[in-house]
């Protein structure tokens, strides 16, 4: 099947730990041709599934990000639905593109729901955030937690879905 542009809305599904790749380098929050930044890190086993707008660039962006490689692409027999499986090792990204969120939906901050999601991995934080930065990509802050013994750095993909790159101190 064919290639498809991708940029998700709504975080949809999380299974485990999670993942992420890129788009056009034309806005901020958005990743160039692949960044590099994860080449030294091992990435967790994951899973973690997006809904998007039917020509959001989601998907190109995780992938960029996290070195994905396509598993599969696949349409829906009605065609308001494309998808794309991508993974690196066991750490998978699926992101279904669906005609009816083509319109930006607003973000409701009291909704309930998922609201960030993170994984664990030793990694460089502060490097790390200073590669995603210079890539153009949302790496606003790493925060310290002592219950925890570990930082967190904070990366909010193109479309506003938060995620954390969790690493012992």
């Known amino acids: 099947m064919k290639k498809v542009k991708l940029k998700p809305l709504i975080l949809s599904a999380l299974f485990g730990f999670s993942a992420l790749s890129q788009a056009a380098a034309h806005s901020a929050g958005k ?35 996290f070195q994905l490689e396509t598993v599969k692409t696949f349409t829906f027999p009605d065609g308001n ?56 990509i949302k790496a606003p802050r790493i925060f310290q937690d002592t219950n925890l013994a570990a930082g967190l750095l904070l990366v909010v993909d193109p479309e506003g879905n938060m995620f954390e790159i969790i690493s012992p101190d």
């Not at 160039?32 to 994860?38: A, I, L, Q, S, W």
């Not at 309930?112 to 030793?122: D, E, L, N, Q, S």
């Open 31 to 65: 990743a160039g041709k692949n960044t590099g930044c994860f080449d030294d890190i091992s990435l967790p086993e994951s899973f973690i599934a997006f809904d998007s707008g039917f020509d959001s660039e989601l998907a190109a962006w995780y992938q960029q990000v």
């Open 81 to 136: 639905t494309k998808g794309i499986l991508m993974k690196r090792g066991h750490f998978v990204v699926e992101v279904f593109n669906k005609k009816a969120l083509t319109e930006a939906a607003e973000k409701i901050p009291d909704k309930p729901g998922i609201m960030k999601f993170g994984f664990f991995t030793r990694a460089k934080l502060p490097q790390l955030q200073t590669c995603l930065q210079q890539h153009g």
